[in-house]
């Protein structure tokens, strides 16, 4: 699988945005998803994660609230809405595919396929 982030931008803190990963290939349906981000200097981290069928999702604690993890099998694409963004979240975000389930999904280990990732900043 194929995939393709967007929608990243600069916003102000406490504004949002919403990431779509667009995906090619047939098994889309058969995956999980998940969203990473990684800024400058650090480690790429867990965001975000979205089982095959979209009923079980995962969010790591600091964004837990704010951000919501949604999928359309119909139309491949995987969604990241992000509210009440912070300086803290400013960061490069990747959108990644999975066979994972459970505490698998946390874990950057466990994904095979990686977009390219797109810059989000928000200004304080």
């Known amino acids: 699988v194929q995939l393709q982030a967007s929608g990243g931008g600069l916003v102000q803190a406490g504004g949002s945005l919403r990431l779509s990963c667009a995906a090619s290939g047939r098994t889309f349906s058969s995956y999980a998803m998940g969203w990473f981000r990684q800024a400058p200097g650090k480690e790429r981290e867990f965001v975000a994660a979205i089982n095959w069928s979209g009923v079980t999702t995962y969010y790591a604690d600091s964004v837990k609230g704010r951000f919501t993890i949604s999928r359309d099998n119909a139309k491949k694409i995987v969604y990241l809405e992000m509210n009440s963004l912070k300086p803290e979240d400013t960061a490069v975000y990747y959108c990644?595919?999975?066979?994972?389930?459970?505490?698998?999904?946390?874990?950057?280990?466990?994904?095979?396929?990686w977009g390219q990732g797109t810059q989000v900043t928000v200004s304080s």
């Open positions: 990644a595919a999975s066979y994972c389930s459970g505490y698998g999904c946390y874990h950057k280990v466990s994904y095979g396929y």
